[in-house]
């Protein structure tokens, strides 16, 4: 139980259009959401944590108007980066928390590699 | 908010030997302690955590301990074998609010 999945896994866009990626949650209803960065060989950074049906809170120094993320469903998630530019290049991962689980528990997706050309 | 280190930053041990990670943290309400292995390019995997209730906890080769009062918690990992070579990250959390990770130790065990 408790799997997290993403799509897509990669994408290649260039410079100036936009991206969707995608986090669901296969098997239970998740409340909240978490987007995280991950830079070559550095931590995951928390971009923003989305709760179902409301506005995502976004980490400061997160632009939100260019990270847009809509949570409209208990088990969807997307976050759509707008006029992505080569520094947006990193890799993006979802995570899930349930409302039946832990409050702590957070389940991960496999991660999306984005790279703007 | 919550301030996770993390050390070392990297780590190579043979074979066989016992490796230990160690984090600070700055927040004494946080009361969950996860501890991540990450593979290149995989998501992060949870192989331990630890609640604040608890000082020491132990799943075959892999242990974490607690100290509330210092506010560090280490991971030990004994009889090393190749296959744990990864990133490992920390991190701490308190209640259902959001995790902070640690920045990451690489571990490399050598044959």
């Known amino acids: 139980g408790a799997v997290v999945s993403q799509h897509p896994s990669w994408v290649i866009c260039k410079s100036g259009t936009s991206v969707k990626i995608e986090c669901r949650s296969l098997?239970?209803?998740?409340?909240?959401m978490f987007w995280y960065r991950q830079f070559p060989k550095q931590s995951l950074m928390l971009m923003a944590t989305?709760?179902?049906?409301?506005?995502?809170?976004?980490e400061q120094g997160v632009e939100k108007d260019k990270f847009l993320i809509n949570h409209a469903s208990l088990t969807l998630s997307t976050l759509t980066v707008t006029s992505a530019h080569p520094e947006d290049s990193s890799f993006y991962i979802c995570?899930?928390?349930?409302?039946?689980?832990?409050?702590?528990?957070?389940?991960f997706g496999p991660g999306t590699r984005l790279t703007v050309t | 908010g919550e301030n996770v280190e993390q050390h070392p930053s990297t780590l190579s041990v043979q074979e066989g030997d016992s490796a230990v990670i160690k984090c600070t943290y700055s927040?004494?309400?946080?009361?969950?302690f996860p501890w991540y292995k990450q593979e290149l390019g995989k998501r992060p995997q949870l192989i331990i955590d630890?609640?604040?209730?608890?000082g020491e906890k132990k799943d075959q080769r892999i242990a974490v301990t607690l100290n509330k009062t210092a506010k560090h918690f280490s991971l030990h990992i004994t009889e090393t074998q190749p296959e744990d070579s990864a990133v490992y990250f920390c991190?701490?959390?308190?209640?259902?609010?959001?995790?902070?990770f640690g920045q990451g130790t690489r571990l490399t065990i050598n044959p």
């Open positions: 991190a701490a959390v308190q209640g259902a609010q959001k995790l902070v």
């Open positions: 098997d239970f209803q998740a409340t909240t």
């Open positions: 927040d004494s309400a946080s009361n969950y």
């Open positions: 989305s709760n179902e049906g409301s506005k995502a809170t976004y």
């Open positions: 630890i609640r604040s209730n608890v």
């Open positions: 995570s899930a928390r349930g409302s039946d689980g832990l409050p702590y528990e957070q389940y």
